[in-house]
């Protein structure tokens, strides 16, 4: 039978309510890319899940056909949630194909233009406040508490339980669950979603090595970032919702949350392009503190099997690529100017 999305694949696992009516763009299912030139360097067997492969480029489809499922199967009619982009490009898809209105709350001006172009295109009504991430999710907060509007941010807790199934898909392709687990944090709705579905499957779990952006590392200094800065726009959050379970996930499995600078971030973002594999700056945070602790011997990747989630396509972000990577030369349209120039 061809693929017909997660809920169908892993909905006896996820424990929806009888009243969901699945909504389903066929997301989930994404390759798990081994990266043979990084796994040599390492000394270990490094696999890239590439969460950029969804239907709306980043891992945010997994929780949020759940999400929409249930609130379009209980009579919601309007979706809202507050987002660094990728969440709200995913609602307003799930929401146009579940025909609900749906409003996305952005910070003004730090959102990658794949991002919004893609909920805009999606149909969403796109309000940009002055203020973060954070100030944003307050507001949805508040709303969806005074009114019958659906909150589809990481809170609501069919985003997590759907998001659980990549680590089902990750077991299910490797036999068992890895040594160690990277993926970057921002609102921590991942780190704690891989957490529980890894436990729940009861394939083995992980060590799991959170990483933030150093400018946005509330969960490494222990207390909220009233101002969080990075270029990685996508974890550019001062107070994660999920923040005390992604310190639990990364205790209870012996791993950590660490922090690493936006020149490692973007450092890891061109390694992991220069094998074949673009991801959004946030994605690439994963690998960068992976390659930071091994560089200063505070991580035996020797002999390990890590699994580094990449959580957006680099499509969302393209303004990036001029600053962190060679920008294209312009010759005049005749032989000798291009040979020239290749042969420099
Ligand atoms: N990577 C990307 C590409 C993201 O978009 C996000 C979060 C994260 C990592 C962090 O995941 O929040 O579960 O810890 N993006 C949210 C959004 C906040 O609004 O799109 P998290």
Redesign the pocket.
Known sequence: MTYQGLIHRYGQYLDLPAHTKNISLLEGNTPLIPMPRLSAELGCELFIKFEGLNPTG???DRGMTAAISEAVGRGAQTVI????????ASAAAYAARAGLRSIVLIPEGKVAAG?LAGAIAYGAEVIQVQGS?DDALTLVVEITQKTPIALVN?INPFRIKGQKTAAFEICDDLGSAPDWLC???????????YWAGFKQYQKGLPQVLGVQAAGAAPLVLGHPVEKPETIAT??R?GK?A?GEQ?LDAAQESNGRIIAVSDEQILSAQRILAAEGVWV?P??A?GLSGLLAESTVGKFEARGKRIVVVC??HGM?DPSIITESFQSPKVIPANYDALIDLIEE
């Open positions: 980043s891992f945010k949630c507050a987002s660094t982009g990728n969440t709200a991002k991430f990481s993926l970057p944090v921002g609102n921590a709705g991942n780190i704690t979603s996508a974890i959050i994660p999920r992604a959004e946030a994605s945070a959580t957006g969302k």
